[in-house]
């Protein structure tokens, strides 16, 4: 390994920690000027940043990436102005650090309370979407945190364009610059010096894909908050409004196929088969989507292709869907319970007994009724933006937005008193 990334993490790191040490103390108002300027930063230069992710898209094609990681990748007018648009609803949002979470006095008249604090030095290791770069640099900024941002080699460009807006509002702010960095070089084996960051670094948060996400729970010697597969899916009762369940199951899959809270896996009471899905279908595959289902789908129409046992276990990230019949929401549960990635799980139906007995039982970070699975994402949660979804259950789980972004401790207030021996 080359010397001079060791060296190269060991200082950014150092400059992390230095960097929290300054913003747990910044008050909220200092971290919302930075905020409001980097948003100002990223439609000043507009064009650079498009121009820089016309670089990362043109190498994506040339290295043949599918259209749903293109399309993840891809900056536009409309996209540019939702980051910045986003970093605006987070300065507006309250500053979680500080906040008394609860306080009370003891018999012998100690006052104690629980505080927010932040968590300290972040590292956010993320694959092709280029808004990861601004989500996690200004929820880490505003939660108080310092952010060590480590992007994929496909949004290398558009990532460093973001990043350089960041600095610009933290400058502007009197924040220091080394409160978000982005690492400068592609090169693996600056993650693996960044995962041995013990002494700099207090949690690792990966985005992408199971090769990602394995090699950094097995490697980094820091607590690690992950979010693993989407693999989501829809429950359809046959008490379901049809009209209702159409544009539900459409949008959950076809909005955009290559995030991860698209829908994967329609599971279909056996009931609603001839009166529901032969709709749906109509509506998906007219989209362009690839339906794969068992033998009883299969029959509904000669364009569906036959389902294995991988497609419950698949994450495709593309126009592909795999539909399953079940006989009632205890075989649907049970299913999910075996193939899912405890992400996001709906069930549409017009039965509230079952509603409620789907969203008790099932076990996900995100259970829905009656919605798209789309809606898993901290924006649409009013939590402004989010680094991700976590699928464990420590720390933190679902969207992981300011106040995940925190801890707290206890503050005791006496007056003099001693334990008695």
Not at 2 to 25: H, T, V
Not at 135 to 141: F, P, Y
Not at 206 to 217: F, S, Y
Request: proline share 4%; aromatic share 4%; charged share 25%.
């Amino acid at each position: 390994m080359p010397q001079d990334i060791k060296a190269m993490m060991q200082e950014i790191g150092a400059q992390a920690q230095s960097a929290s040490q300054i913003l747990a103390l910044a008050s909220c108002e200092q971290k919302n000027h930075a905020l409001l300027k980097a948003a100002q930063a990223i439609r000043n230069h507009k064009e650079k940043i498009l121009a820089a992710n016309k670089k990362d898209i043109d190498r994506a094609k040339e290295r043949g990436l599918s259209p749903a990681l293109i399309d993840r990748l891809l900056l536009d007018d409309a996209r540019t102005e939702n980051i910045a648009a986003s970093i605006e609803a987070i300065a507006k949002l309250d500053d979680p650090v500080g906040h008394i979470m609860d306080r009370w006095q003891r018999p012998n008249q100690l006052n104690i309370s629980r505080i927010r604090v932040p968590l300290g030095v972040i590292g956010i290791i993320y694959e092709s979407r280029p808004n990861v770069t601004a989500d996690a640099g200004i929820l880490c900024l505003k939660s108080g945190n310092a952010a060590v941002l480590r992007c994929g080699s496909e949004s290398k460009y558009s990532s460093r364009a973001l990043h350089k807006a960041l600095v610009e509002g933290l400058i502007a702010a009197g924040l220091p610059k080394e409160s978000i960095q982005l690492i400068p070089t592609q090169d693996r084996e600056a993650v693996g010096e960044l995962l041995k960051l013990q002494d700099y670094v207090d949690i690792i948060i990966p985005r992408g894909g199971k090769g990602l996400i394995k090699r950094v729970q097995e490697e980094s010697r820091i607590p690690v908050i992950a979010h693993l597969d989407g693999i989501c899916h829809i429950y359809l009762e046959s008490s379901a409004a049809i009209d209702k369940a159409v544009d539900i199951i459409h949008n959950a899959k076809m909005r955009r196929t290559g995030i991860c809270g698209a829908a994967e896996t329609l599971l279909v009471e056996r009931a609603a088969l001839s009166s529901h899905l032969p709709a749906i279908l109509d509506r998906l595959i007219s989209s362009g989507c690839e339906i794969r289902g068992d033998s009883d789908v299969q029959k509904l129409n000669p364009k569906i292709l036959p389902a294995f046992e991988e497609d419950w276990k698949t994450e495709y990230l593309e126009a592909v869907f795999s539909i399953k019949t079940v006989e009632n929401t205890a075989q649907a549960i049970a299913h999910i319970a075996r193939y899912g990635s405890h992400h996001t799980d709906c069930i549409i139906t017009e039965n509230p007994l079952h509603a409620e007995k789907f969203l008790n039982e099932v076990d996900s970070a995100i259970v829905m009724h009656n919605a798209s699975t789309q809606f898993a994402d901290g924006g649409e949660f009013g939590m402004g933006a989010e680094i991700g979804i976590s699928t464990g259950k420590m720390h933190a789980r679902g969207p992981v937005g300011l106040e995940q972004l925190t801890s707290y401790k206890y503050q005791v207030r006496g007056n003099g008193q001693i334990r008695p021996l």
